[in-house]
Nanobody
């Protein structure tokens, strides 16, 4: 089991950038996939991006292509979500999750695959 704590959220204007962090404790994430998810007010949770232990990434959300990137720093046991050119449509609770079943690739069903979840950090983008 791993504990995940997100940080870096906040309120920004459209066009701004934010970098979210997902810090893990209790277990090294070196060998596991980690994903970022978001849930906008009144909407269902959606998967955004996933990164494998070898830093191969999978994008699940067309709306963030070219704007969001995921990366990891195994020395810090932390995964990041860099978000650029934010828009009001990106307003959501952003949550990271770890898939503690070793996989070579990020799952096609990330909601099912992830085994451990953080509590999230809120991002609010105003126009």
């Amino acid at each position: 089991q791993v504990q995940l704590v997100e940080s870096g959220g906040g309120s920004v204007q459209a066009g701004a950038s934010l970098r979210l962090s997902c810090a893990a404790s209790g277990l090294s994430l070196d060998y596991y996939n980690v994903g970022w998810f978001r849930q906008a007010p009144g909407k269902e949770r959606e998967a955004v991006l996933c990164i494998t232990s070898s830093s191969t990434t999978t994008n699940y959300a067309d709306s963030v292509k070219g704007r969001f990137t995921i990366s990891r720093d195994n020395a810090k046991n932390t995964v990041y979500l860099q978000m650029n050119n934010l828009s009001p449509e990106d307003t959501a609770l952003y949550t990271c999750a770890a898939d503690l079943t070793p996989r070579q690739y990020c799952s096609d069903y990330p909601d099912v695959a992830m085994t451990d979840w953080g509590k999230g950090t809120m991002v609010t983008v105003s126009s």
